[in-house]
């Protein structure tokens, strides 16, 4: 697979300090960047996947406690919307992941970023029904996301407030790797830096638990796929500063301790918390190359794997402004599946990373919103694309993959969105829910 890394300019503006959650996720003022693209190769990701999948022998040695996704137990009573539950409950990890997190038996769905327009403003103004609202928490340092609000990481609260009145379990995906830069990772030995990534990440988990309701943690997109390229494939050999953090002081000071450190963090302080990991397709030749690093940092031993999307409509791309200058072509796929890129080159991929990384389920996340079109390219806030329609009329085929759910939402600015999509969403979202698709 190409080394392909599509920069992106993230995506949280600064919250009001309010009482209620005045939104997060929208803006674009912290100026870090993102790779956050799944990139499916046109001449055969599904070649690759059956190399992929033996690769889940390739473990760590991470210290967490066992993946409770793979738990047949819950007693968790997450509020969520009853649409669609008449799917008959299985048994598999999706199914069991499902009944932890108290939502119905089929595969999810979610909204994050919106452009320009709050995400719950759109979920209420357009009487959505959706399972997760998922917002970031960026930065480590001055401006980050627990200053967002008051008190110090409150905004974790009012997410799952919000999400709360709407039906949803909260998403939070932490990105606080990209302070200073996503690339730039000498700050993972810096002991002032990670002093104050451990504390952050340690308040997120407190206030996850102060909420009492089940939630998603996205963990560090990007952060592995750059680690990977920049440790040739061995997060053993990296140096981070995990020891100083006093809840892993016999952990391994290495970037696989990084990931085993939140792990335990998750479990020790927010048990109705449950964490993901995103490999970066990019990073790696192959997806097998991929699934061997992210079991090498421990991801299996966390409750689901988060595969990123693409973070842009790929009409955006194609058209190529500033916002979307990593051009290339083989952004939009092929519904009929009989030329390449196609959903089912995509779905392999899916597949590989569900079966190599500890059998977990996916969260597709960071989903683009554009309208399907033959005319290629597009304008600011109406960019085609066609995973909103592929994904909702082919539920299937996701969840025969591995998929828990799919989040939708724009990882910069001047993509398509629920407002502006000609109400696309809010007719698929509801066809669907009129028959959704069972988790296995």
């Not at 007693?75 to 199914?95: E, I, N, R, Y």
């Not at 440790?231 to 990296?238: A, I, K, L, N």
């Not at 939009?332 to 196609?342: A, F, I, K, L, R």
């Not at 939402?409 to 509801?430: K, P, R, Y």
């Amino acid at each position: 697979m190409a080394n392909l890394c599509l920069k992106k300019t993230t995506i949280v503006a600064a919250c009001l300090a309010t009482a209620v959650l005045a939104g997060c996720g929208g803006g674009s003022s912290a100026d870090t960047e993102s790779a956050g693209a799944s990139n499916v190769s046109s001449t055969s990701a599904s070649s690759k996947s059956g190399g992929s999948s033996s690769s889940s022998g390739g473990s760590s040695s991470s210290s967490s406690s066992s993946s409770s996704s793979g738990s047949s137990s819950s007693s968790s009573s997450g509020g969520t919307s009853s649409s669609g539950s008449s799917a008959a409950a299985g048994s598999g990890p999706a199914a069991r992941l499902a009944q932890k997190l108290g939502v119905p038996s089929r595969m999810l769905i979610g909204l994050g970023a919106q452009g320009d327009t709050l995400t719950q403003t759109d979920i209420e103004s357009e009487n959505l029904h959706v399972d997760i609202e998922e917002a970031y928490l960026v930065g480590a340092g001055s401006g980050d996301w627990t200053t967002w609000n008051s008190p110090a990481g409150y905004f974790v609260q009012m997410l799952a407030q919000r999400a709360a009145s709407v039906g949803a379990i909260p998403m939070y995906t932490l990105y606080q790797m990209a302070q200073d830069g996503a690339t730039n990772l000498t700050k993972i030995s810096s002991s002032s830096f990670m002093t104050v990534y451990w504390n952050n990440a340690r308040l997120m988990f407190q206030q996850i638990a102060v909420s009492g309701k089940p939630a998603l943690v996205n963990i560090e997109p990007d952060f592995w796929g750059y680690s990977e390229e920049q440790s040739h494939g061995d997060p053993t050999s990296f140096y981070a500063n995990v020891q100083i953090n006093s809840d892993c002081s016999s952990i391994s000071n290495d970037v696989a301790g990084i990931a085993q450190c939140l792990i335990l963090m998750a479990r020790k302080y927010a048990p109705l918390a449950y964490v993901g990991f995103p490999p970066s397709s990019w990073a790696g030749v192959t997806d097998a190359d991929v699934v061997n690093y992210m079991n090498a940092v421990g991801a299996q031993n966390a409750d689901f794997v988060v595969e990123q999307t693409l973070d842009r409509d790929a009409g955006c791309y194609e058209a190529g402004p500033s916002y979307c200058s990593a051009g290339g072509t083989g952004r939009y796929w092929d519904e009929t599946n009989t030329t390449h890129p196609n959903f089912n080159d995509y779905l392999a991929q899916v597949e590989a990373y569900h079966t190599g990384i500890g059998n977990l389920p996916v969260v597709l996340w960071q989903t683009p919103e554009g309208v399907p079109s033959s005319t290629s390219g597009g304008t600011d806030y109406h960019y085609r694309d066609n995973r909103v329609h592929y994904f909702l009329t082919h539920p299937s085929e996701l969840t025969a993959v591995g998929v828990l759910g799919v989040v939708f939402g724009d990882g910069e600015g001047h993509q398509t969105n629920v407002a502006s999509d000609g109400g696309q969403f809010q007719q698929l979202s509801a066809q669907y829910l009129a028959a959704p698709a069972a988790l296995p």
